[in-house]
């Protein structure tokens, strides 16, 4: 939901859609948000070369004594 992220206050949002309770605005908006960050986060991982068949790379930890 663009208009939310350029500061449009979400109870506005929601007149403007016609929406009834502003759970449901703030349901779509969530969702919306959630396939902006998958789309990031694919755009990042081909940028770092990764492909969508390999497996994520495992996190490397060290233990610090």
Same mark, same amino acid.
């Given at each position: 939901m663009a208009s939310a992220r350029q500061g449009v206050e979400l109870v506005v949002v929601k007149e403007l859609? /016609? $929406? &009834? $309770?502003?759970g449901? &605005?703030? &349901?779509?908006? +969530? $969702?919306v948000r959630l396939r902006?960050?998958?789309q990031a986060i694919d &755009?990042? /991982?081909h940028a770092l070369g990764q492909t969508d068949d390999e497996p994520? +790379?495992?996190? +490397?930890? +060290?233990?610090?004594?």
């Open positions: 859609l /016609g $929406h &009834t $309770h502003i449901v &605005t703030t &349901t779509v908006y +969530a $969702h902006l960050q998958r &755009t990042l /991982g994520d +790379a495992p996190s +490397a930890v +060290a233990a610090v004594r």
